[in-house]
């Protein structure tokens, strides 16, 4: 196969993204990521959307094998912030200039569907945020309710798209079932948000092509591509990190295959390198997904240990991430960083 020859193609076969997965040398890395750069100038542009993290509750009531949340991890501390408390804080990232937040959680019943809708529409009517919902599976009808409440977005990484993989990592959920929810969220308006882990054990590149693959045909609006760090803890405590190079492959054959769509770089993999965010922003990504958590929650959510600004104070660490992005000649977005794709319409 002919690198160039790829690389200007408009749609790459599974193959083909097999084998930019399985670059090694650094003139032809190079070349991956400089065709994605450029890719993401065309497509999205110069500018880099913040999305802002609350985890408001390290509770989860599954038991993903590689999480370090796991209901199973009973050396957890663990929390609940109120529904004031998230509002408060999400006055206060409005206030730093930041035009989206991410609401997350574990999986965690005890927020029930008015409650996330109380949030929502108190968050709505206090701020111009762009609200993204991250707390896992729930039912169609709360998708539906949440939506009306003035929510805009859904984060549900489908984290592997090999079925028997899946099953392995997440003994009590399909699949086909979080396909079918990613699928109705896009349907009924959310812009959507998939995405998987890097290095998992068990995991081959062509998996990694599965998923870039299926992030396309979900027609997903973000795509989040991290590296797979070690919980202690969790049954894949002695396993080796993904790899901070192959990460940076996958985000940059994303951005090639799917081109109309955000991606971010991610918090896992600047905690792998020191310098992956900015990395990652010059191979294919456009967006930084910036943790507000206030002390002393902030701490709790350990989904992975070491991880970067962790026990900085939140703003103190925003800052630091909005520096090393204008030090790479990058703009900060003053606009909410809606769905790039020309599908998506504003209702
Ligand atoms: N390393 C990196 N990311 C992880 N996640 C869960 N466990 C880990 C880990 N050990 C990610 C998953 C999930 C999100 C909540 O965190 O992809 O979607
Ligand atoms: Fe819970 Fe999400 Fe962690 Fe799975 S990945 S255990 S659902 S927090």
């Known amino acids: 196969m002919d690198l160039n020859e790829i690389l200007n193609k408009g749609e790459l076969s599974k193959e083909e993204i097999v084998f930019l997965l399985n670059l090694t040398s650094e003139g032809d890395l190079k070349a991956l990521y400089d065709k994605a750069d450029q890719v993401r100038r065309l497509y999205v542009g110069d500018e880099v959307h ?72 108190s968050i709505k009517q206090n701020t111009n945020l762009a609200v993204t919902l991250s707390i896992g599976e729930r039912r169609f009808d709360e998708y539906r309710a949440w939506k009306i409440a003035g929510a805009d977005r859904y984060l549900l990484k489908h984290e592997t798209a090999n079925e028997k993989h899946y099953h392995i990592y997440h003994d009590r959920q399909a699949l086909h079932e979080r396909i079918n929810h990613l699928r109705f969220l896009k349907q009924i308006g959310y812009q959507v948000a998939s995405g998987n882990l890097i290095g998992l054990p068990l995991q081959a590149v062509e998996d990694i092509a599965d998923d870039i693959l299926l992030c396309k045909e979900l027609n997903a609006d973000m795509a989040a591509f991290g590296p797979f760090i070690p919980a202690p803890f969790t049954p894949y405590k002695n396993h080796k990190p993904g790899s901070p190079e192959l990460t940076l492959k996958t985000i940059a054959a994303a951005r090639i295959v799917i081109k109309d769509i955000h991606l971010p ?83």
């Open 50 to 121: 913040f999305r802002g993290i609350i985890n408001f509750s390290n509770f989860c009531e599954q038991n993903c094998i590689y999480c370090g949340l796991r209901e199973d991890n009973f050396s957890l501390s663990r929390y609940r912030m109120t529904p004031e408390e998230i509002i408060e804080t999400a006055k206060m990232i409005s206030n730093e200039g930041v035009y989206t937040i991410v609401l997350q959680s574990g999986e965690d019943s005890f927020y029930d569907a008015d409650m996330i809708s109380y949030i929502i529409y």
């Open 265 to 347: 770089a991610t918090t896992a993999l600047d905690s792998l390198d020191k310098e992956g965010r900015e990395k990652a922003l010059l191979c294919g990504a456009n967006v930084v997904m910036p943790d507000f958590t206030p002390h002393p929650y902030r701490e709790k959510y350990l989904i992975y240990p070491g991880k970067r600004g962790i026990s900085d104070d939140p703003l103190v660490s925003h800052k630091m991430i909005q520096s090393r992005i204008e030090a790479i000649g990058r703009k900060i977005s003053a606009s909410r960083g809606d769905s790039v794709k020309s599908s998506y319409r504003i209702v």
